[in-house]
Every structure is written in C-alpha cells, then in structure tokens.
C-alpha cells in the first residue's frame, strides 16, 4: 500500500467513526480508526490463519486471564508499519505518540500467570504454531486501582467504554452453556494476535455471557421494572470481573459458574471443529492439545468426558483414553492455597452432572490405586474428591499427559513436596518449562534506545525472532564507547520514566538517583514488606546522621486482591512511609518513594527500561518463577534477590558477580526454622526494633484501623494456625540491607563496571525469552509443528 493511500484510508475511517472532519477528530478517535485500519490489513491473513490451523493438530490454550496490555503499537510493530502509522497520523496533524495514549490497557488479567499466556500467545504466532487462547471478556476486568489516604480502592475498569476494535463479535459461532439452573448464550469475541515477521495471525478467543432473552416485556409492562432485566443482570455477572470476590459462599460460586463456561464454551467448538474436519470425535487426542494454565480451567476435564459421553454416545474407557491424552496441565505455585478445592454443595448446585462424572473419575482412581497396593491413606490424601470438596489439581494430576512447573527450583520443589505423592506414581509426566517473556513487547517495543544499539552491534534485527543472537556481542562487554552509550540509554529513559511520572501523578524525582523497583502482585511471600522496612531503617541511619547514602528513588507498583486485607496493609504501609520520607527535607533529597498507582502492563513498559535495580525477593521457594525477572534483566537492570523461581536461572546465566544475592536458601529454612525466634532477631539485629516499633508508635498512621498491628504481630507472634514470620521477612533482613546497601555503593563507585554487569545480563537473557519455552512446550507436550501460511 502506498504511503498516499495510507492516508486517504485513514482519512476515511476517521470520518465514518467520529462523524466529523480530521480536523477535529480527537486522539481516541484517531486510534479508533487506526485500529480498525490495522484489523483490516490483516483480515486475509487471519482468515487464512484459522482456516489452515483448524484442519490440522491444533494446542488450545485454556488460561483464566489474558493481560495483553495495549494492541496498537504491538500490531504496528509486528506488521512493520510504525513508520507509515507515524506519516499517516502526521497528515493531519496529530502526533502518534498521543494517538497511542488514548488506548486503555485490555482488562483481561491481572498479575504474571495472564501476561505470561500473552507472552506466550505472542510467541506462537512469532513461531508460526497453531495455537489458539481462550478466555473471557471481563466487562471491568480485575479493578482500577485508586489510592485514598494510603489505602487501597477498588473501582471499575470501564476499558471497552468507548469500543475495541481489536475484539470482533463472532455471534454466528456462539454457543449453549447449561447450568442446573441457568441456561447462556456464550458469544465469541476474537482478537487477532500478530506474530514479528510473519504473516500467520493467532487469535485469542474470549467469550461473552448474554442471557437468552435480553429483556422481560411482560415484566416490564407489568410495572416491574427491575424484574425485567434480573436475568440479564445476573447472567452479565458471569464476565463481570475476573477473579471475583470468593470470601463468601456465593463469591465461589460465581468463580465456578465463570470457569466452567468458558470451559465448556471452548469444547463444544473444539468438538464442533473436529466432527467438521473428521467427520468424528475418534481422533481427536490426536489432533488436539489442551494446556490447562493454572487450576481455573480444569473443569474441562470432566466436562470434555461429559461431551463424549452424553452427547458423542462414547464408552467411559474410550471417552476417558481421549481425555487422558489430551489434557496437559501447568502448576504455578508452591503454595496450597493455590491449589483450588471447591464445596461440593457448589456443584451440586450448579451442575450435577459434572459432579456425578467426577465422582466417577474418584471412584476410578480409588479402585486403580487400590488394585497397585497403595496405602489407602495416601490414597485418600491424592483422591479427587476430599470429604465435601473437590480438588481441582488433583483432577488434573490424574487426568493430564504432562504436569510441569514453570522454573528448574520450582519443578524439583512440586516433585519432592507439593505434588510429590504423583511424581512417585507417574515420573514420566513430570517436565519443567521455565517461564519466558516476548522481546517484541518487553525489548523492542518498549525500549526503542536500547534495541537500536542491539541492532547496530549485530547488524540486524534478528535478535527480535532470536534473542540467542545476542550472544554474540560479548566481544563487546569491555568496549568503554558501549558501555557508556548503554550508560547514556538508561539516564534517557530515566529522564523519560520521570516526566512520565509527574504528567500521571505530578510527583518530581530525580533521574540521577539509583531507580530501586518492585513491581508485581501484592502477596505476603513476595514480601513487598521486607522492602518497605528497609526503607525506613535507611531513613532513620540518614536522620541519625549517617553519611554517604546513595540517592535513590523506590518505586512499587502492585495490586492486592480486594479481601486480602494483610496485603492491602502493606500497600497502606508503603503509603505511609512515601507520605513521610517524601515530605522530610533532611531526607527527600537522597531517598524518594514512589507507588505507581493502577499498575498494569503500560507502566510496566514505563518502568521496566529506567530501572537499576529489579527486586526479585521472594522468600526462597515461594515463588514458582516469576517473569518480571527477566524483563528487568533483558532491559539492563541488576537482579536484586533470592535464590528463588527464576532467580536461579538468570544467576546460572550471568554468574554470582553480575547479580546481587541474599538470604536463606530454600534448603536451609527448615532447619532455620527449628529454632527461628523471630522476637530475638528483631532485638538481636541493629536498627530492626526500630523498624518494627514505627508501625505502631505513631510514627505511621493506619487511620486507627489497626492493621499496622496485625502486620507486627504477625511478624513476632503466631496466631495458631501459622508460625510467627511464617515469610522469614525477619530473618532475612540482616542480609537483604548488607547486600542491597552494598548494591548502592557499586552502582556509584564505577559507572562502567555496573555498565558491564547490564550489558552482560542483556546478551545473556536469550534463554528467557518465551520464544525458547514456547518451542521447549510445541516439541516435547503439545507436539506441533509450524504451520507457516
């Protein structure tokens, strides 16, 4: 197309969405309108795509959350056309960069499990696999976060107010989702996922739950206004929100109403897609693969045996022999509260069928074990169903092909602890696949300096396809002209972060400070807390006279769940601390802290190129990978952590002197704990009761709600049903200050020795690109092969 006709359809499709002349068009009208051009440039190729994909061996990707931030400027980019994007907005006058703004991030996620399913989406259509998402559209997604005197508020993401071009209602595929009690319309929305150099193009398929009649006209002209739209309003509720509150019975319930329909939704096409290519279900392990992310999709399993059975007229062996061989399942936690159980009440309630298959499938997995001469404790201990509740891994430990973890230390922890009675019963379904992030998004997009360096050092921009490539700049790591070039890239981008910050939130920091970040969900494990309190022992060194503290600025960035109340604490308490060492002049010229407020995938493409320093501090063998990781890494930012999830990898990569490393290993907790008196170290470790003693001397304010409180007392006290500092905050922190403060000396003792520990942390982050783990999953699980179009 040439660059006149760019413009003349821009021109166009301005005019037809805003009703008015270029002239006058807004910002968002612009990208309205450049979205649409965009789906339009690749409608062929996308027909194409899924016509060619869905006649051969297919992987289905079923994950509860998608967090794909912004679409423009990732399809312009992988289309090849920014330059004439930038021509053709400049005809009339408007700015890209402005353009681009106007988009709202898709609120379709919330933390690493959904940007990791976008990565990965990203990576399959990179790689020319077929491989299909499917998820729901969230009408608010997970919230919009506010901040009100310190605290936490939870308001509505209103992100499809004014259109998405990038979702395209397919209402002639919708299909029937059967509830005990409920009967919904399930309408796809699709989203084209464009892959970097290639003409393939993925989709993302997201269903939407409509009522069967959208409104009660008897109802209505009875007078009973609100009558006429319960049944719209309650059926809305299904793609409301993601992740809605489950602290009460019927919060659960909605969880489940939401992950069985878009199960159910996504195998009735799949079937419906197999009976139309092979006339029956006979083949369909063989053609497809379904990778469960996470335990919200497992449902799937018995409802695919509900399908085979019920409606395909299948023999239970045969029906399960095609379940056994397709399902693959991905754990992504340590923890067991991760592991979903539901009440059986709750099925009972909203499908009875499902649940009698799954006491089927229990009572199978009885006699199986039983006839093998296992304990018939361990038995009860792995069976699906506990007494009142089901156990969704367990379902899918006993259904799926494959399990893997998502990091070396994480696999060899679910195989010797969390899912260790499986592993001893079936090995060979075990396999790690270390998490991984696209360079499209995480290098390329978002920090241009950097990958125009990269670029000119190899000669061309293969790396964005084969991050591996940059290997082979290592000749360059002691070159002082690049490593202040790359030392001049990151003060830009800091510079760029800064006035980012003032235009959102109006708060000034200093670009020559040491940028200090963590960014990720609020959990007590990820302990943001540990952060917090080192912060307020160095403002009280620098009050008590301490000289030579390196400026920094302390940036966070993090979302708690809305009944996690502890966690909500902590976002009070790193408030709290900003509100008093932003506003100390003794203070507020060396330290600075900042809370990125709604932190989602766009900030992160702020941060993530002007960070020094990427907190990775997690309490060993907690964290099952962690991606934020090797985005810091990939962008120049020095690992500050703990031998936990991914950590290890990337120090294995870039070796023990370009990381910075603290704390008790996993393997050395349990015996620390024995004796862990965490009362003692807080007396024991200088400037430690201090800490602990401002959260509740008045020194920081809690509004009188007496969570700060309940943060000490959980760090010394403990409460009955878990160990005092059951997170070692405490016995970590002596290391965590020594390590971090030493990292702070470093960063200004020699500016290119701290240049050379980035460089080589870029050249090596080639392992963890989700490139790798996609075609690592695509050759060794879900056995495809590219399909190039």
């Not at 670029?455 to 690049?482: I, P």
Request: glycine letters at 6%; one cysteine or more.
């Amino acid at each position: 197309m040439t660059h006149q006709q760019a413009i003349l359809d821009l021109g166009k499709s301005v005019r037809a969405v805003s009703g008015r002349n270029p002239d006058t068009a807004t910002p968002m009208e612009y990208w309205t309108a450049l979205s649409q051009d965009v789906v339009a440039r690749l409608a062929d190729d996308w027909q194409t795509t899924e016509a060619t994909y869905s006649a051969t061996r297919m992987e289905h990707y079923l994950s509860a959350e998608f967090l794909m931030g912004r679409a423009l400027l990732n399809n312009l980019n992988n289309l090849g056309i920014l330059d004439e994007a930038k021509e053709a907005v400049s005809a009339y006058g408007q700015d890209l960069t402005d353009v681009l703004e106007a988009e709202h991030d898709a609120a379709l996620g919330n933390g690493g499990l959904g940007r990791l399913a976008a990565c990965f989406l990203d990576s399959c259509a990179t790689l020319d696999l077929p491989v299909r998402g499917y998820g729901l559209l969230y009408r608010y997604g997970l919230f919009k976060q506010l901040f009100d005197d310190g605290f936490q508020k939870e308001t509505p993401d209103s992100w499809m107010e004014e259109g998405y071009p990038f979702v395209i209602r397919r209402e002639e595929e919708q299909r029937l989702v059967h509830y005990n009690d409920l009967t919904v319309r399930a309408i796809p929305y699709d989203m084209p996922i464009t892959g970097y150099g290639t003409k393939n193009v993925n989709t993302l398929r997201l269903w939407k739950a409509e009522p069967m009649e959208e409104f009660d006209y008897n109802a209505f002209n009875s007078q009973r206004f609100t009558d006429a739209i319960v049944e719209r309003e309650r059926v809305a509720d299904i793609c409301r929100v993601l992740y809605p509150n489950d602290t009460t019975f019927e919060g659960k319930v909605l969880r489940v109403r939401q992950q069985y329909f878009f199960c159910s939704a996504s195998l009735q096409m799949m079937v419906d897609n197999e009976i139309a290519q092979r006339g029956d279900v006979a083949k369909f392990a063989e053609f497809n693969a379904i990778q469960l992310n996470d335990t919200h999709p497992v449902l799937a399993i018995p409802e695919l045996m509900r399908i085979l059975l019920d409606e395909q007229g299948l023999s239970w062996d045969d029906a399960w022999n095609i379940v056994s061989h397709t399902f693959a399942y991905t754990n992504h936690t340590v923890l067991a509260e991760a592991l979903e159980t539901w009440e059986i009440t709750i099925f009972e309630r909203l499908f009875p069928r499902i649940l009698e298959i799954i006491r089927e499938i229990d009572r199978r997995f009885r006699e199986e074990l039983g006839k093998q001469g296992y304990h018939p404790g361990k038995i009860a201990y792995m069976a699906p169903i506990d007494g009142n509740r089901v156990r969704m891994a367990w379902i899918a430990c006993y259904a799926a092909y494959s399990i893997n973890g998502v990091a070396a230390l994480h696999t060899e922890i679910i195989k010797k602890e969390t899912l260790h009675d499986w592993y001893e019963i079936w090995p060979e379904k075990f396999n790690n696949k270390t998490n991984g992030v696209t360079p499209r998004r995480w290098l390329n997009q978002c920090n241009p300096r950097l990958s125009a360096l990269l670029t000119e050092l190899l000669g061309s921009d293969s790396w964005v396809r084969n991050l591996d490539e940059l290997k082979t700049l290592t000749r360059h790591a002691n070159d002082t002209s690049v490593l202040e070039r790359l030392n001049e890239i990151k003060h830009n981008n800091k510079v760029d972060f800064a006035a980012w910050v003032k235009a959102r939130d109006g708060i000034e920091i200093n670009p020559d400070a040491i940028f200090d970040v963590q960014i990720k969900r609020l959990h007590e494990y990820k302990r943001q807390l540990l952060n917090a309190m080192y912060i307020l022992d160095l403002y009280f060194r620098i009050k008590d006279g301490e000289a030579g503290v390196a400026p920094r600025v302390f940036i966070f960035g993090a979302k708690a769940a809305p009944g996690y109340v502890r966690a909500k604490a902590i976002i009070k308490l790193i408030n709290e601390i900003a509100k008093l060492v932003n506003n100390d002049p003794d203070v507020n010229d060396i330290l600075q802290v900042v809370f990125v407020e709604n932190y989602n995938v766009t900030p992160a493409e702020h941060i993530i190129p002007a960070a020094d320093v990427s907190e990775q501090i997690s309490t060993a063998g907690k964290e099952a990978s962690g991606t934020s990781n090797m985005k810091f890494m990939m962008n120049g930012a020095l690992t500050l952590g703990t031998m936990d999830g991914a950590n290890v990898e990337i120090v294995d990569a870039v070796g023990d002197e370009n990381a910075y490393i603290f704390g008790a290993l996993e393997d050395e907790l349990p015996e620390l704990r024995q004796n862990y008196n965490p009362r003692a170290v807080m007396n024991d470790v200088p400037g430690l009761k201090r800490v602990i003693d401002a959260m509740t001397d008045g020194t920081l304010d809690d509004a009188g709600t007496g969570m700060f409180h309940d943060l000490v007392n959980s760090l010394l006290d403990s409460n009955g049903w878990e160990m005092a500092d059951v997170y070692y905050v405490l016995g970590d922190f002596a290391s965590y200050r020594e390590t971090r403060d030493r990292m702070a000396n470093d960063y200004f003792a020699d500016r290119l020795d701290w240049a050379k520990k980035c460089f080589i942390n870029i050249i090596e982050s080639g392992r963890f690109s989700s490139d790798r783990t996609i075609n690592d999953y695509a050759n060794e699980v879900w056995k495809i092969d590219p399909v190039r179009i």
